[in-house]
């Protein structure tokens, strides 16, 4: 627009720190324990009241969590795993660190979730062409979750595991129980890198209702070393046992101080970010190509993006407009392009053209600004910012 050196920056995403958090850092720093204390066991088991789960196992990323759920529930060599194009590749990545083979459904235009319909319609030809997975892990994208109770029908049906890569969507509910309960699934997995909901600088979690389940993850992430139930007899007092192959997917003290801090605030973060978009979607209500990407029916939302459909525009305006609205320092970001069309993921054999709504979805879409303390004001200056660079492309 004008190119006035005031022009605000706006990132799509932004962690919110209070005077809370950082004394909570603090006195973690002056304490005797840095990990593997107090708090790990304090911030797992007030997630698990949070949600209304048994077991909560935090981890160093949700990247390392979801790794060890894929282990936990013996995904490996030959195993089939199904998950969605549009999401962080990490959701893809942690059946290939298994050994296992990949594969993706595609999604439902309008929810950017996994489309029910075309994985009800690929499970029956999967059954009659004896490749059916053994898991699928689902994306709550934006924060949205995925339909639950259909998706668990369909796993009773073809005896697969449900994974909920839920990193969008902790504080958010489907059908009035919170993401994460595990109803219709074995295990969440939960992220708290800075852009998503509530933040520990890097972490993840998984929640499970499964004491095995629970037991093995748990295990996992601790290099597979036990320090009871021993296989051999102690060979002496200092004895410790490594019984499987595990990681140091640990996360310090000082995180979990932030997470537990961060937690505090959870409620009141998911509900500023629905009034934001509200408000989102009563601006973009004037604006004849574009709309929100609303939560749907039975969800509530967390709301960890902001995704608008832009209608009507081809691959070139798409990526015009973006470019253009970046130019005006709104920070705006694809989620995501669709991870089959990655070269790691084309060298495994995937082709442009196998997930039409997913492509299609990653050239007529882009997330906006959306995160705690953007304020009303913020929102019309980026909406007329949009419209003013829509205008311009088409
Ligand atoms: C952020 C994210 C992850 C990975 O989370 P990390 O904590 O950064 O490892 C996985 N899946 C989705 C959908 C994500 O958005």
Redesign the pocket.
């Known amino acids: 627009m004008n190119n006035s050196t005031e022009n605000p920056f706006f990132r799509y995403a932004n962690h919110t720190i209070d005077q809370n958090d950082i004394q909570a850092v603090v006195n973690v720093l002056k304490s005797d324990f840095l990990t593997q204390g107090k708090l790990l066991t304090d911030f797992e088991g007030l997630v698990c009241d949070y949600i209304g789960a048994r077991y909560a196992i935090a981890t160093n ?4 969590a ?1 790794h060890l759920a894929c282990l936990a529930l013996e995904v490996g060599k030959g195993d089939l795993v199904w998950t969605s194009p549009i ?2 590749v ?2 893809a990545n942690c059946a290939l660190y298994c050994g296992a083979n990949i594969d993706f459904v595609d999604i439902n235009y309008n929810t950017a979730l996994i489309s029910v319909d075309l994985l009800s319609k690929k499970l029956e030809r999967a059954k009659k062409n004896n490749t059916l997975p053994k898991l699928i892990i689902v ?1 709550h ?1 934006a924060g949205s979750s995925c339909d639950m109770h259909d998706i668990y029908k369909l796993s009773i049906e073809y005896g697969f595991k449900v994974i909920e ?1 839920a ?2 969507a902790i504080g958010g509910s489907y059908k009035n129980q919170k993401v994460g309960t595990c109803k219709y699934s074995d295990i969440t ?1 939960f ?3 800075p852009v ?1 909901i509530i933040t520990t600088g ?3 979690m998984a929640v499970t209702n499964n004491a095995d389940l629970a037991k093995k993850i748990r295990n996992l992430r601790g290099h597979g070393i036990v320090r009871n139930g021993f296989e051999l007899e102690p060979p002496g007092p200092w004895y410790y046992e490594m019984q499987s192959l595990g990681y140091n997917y640990r996360i310090t003290e000082i995180q979990c101080a932030l997470g537990i801090s961060q937690l505090k605030k959870i409620d009141s973060f998911v509900k500023l970010r629905n009034e934001l978009i509200d408000n989102y979607i009563k601006l973009f209500s004037e604006i004849e190509n574009i709309s929100i990407v609303k939560a749907p029916k039975n969800v509530y939302s967390s709301y960890h993006l902001a995704i608008i459909h832009i209608h009507d525009i081809d691959v070139e305006q798409h990526k015009n407009l973006f470019k253009f609205i970046r130019s005006e320092n709104i920070f705006v970001q694809l989620h995501y392009w669709p991870i089959h069309l990655n070269p790691y993921y084309r060298k495994l054999g995937f082709k442009q053209g196998q997930f039409p709504f997913s492509e299609k979805y990653a050239t007529s879409s882009f997330s906006i600004p959306l995160y705690p303390t953007l304020t009303n004001k913020d929102q019309d200056y980026i909406v007329t910012v949009i419209k003013y660079c829509l205008s311009k492309i088409l």
Do not use: C, M, N, R
Not at 61 to 64: D, G, N, Q, R
């Open positions: 990323s949700a990247t390392s979801l999401s962080f990490a959701s994306v994208l890569d990193s969008h997995i992220s708290f890198h998503k890097e972490g993840g």
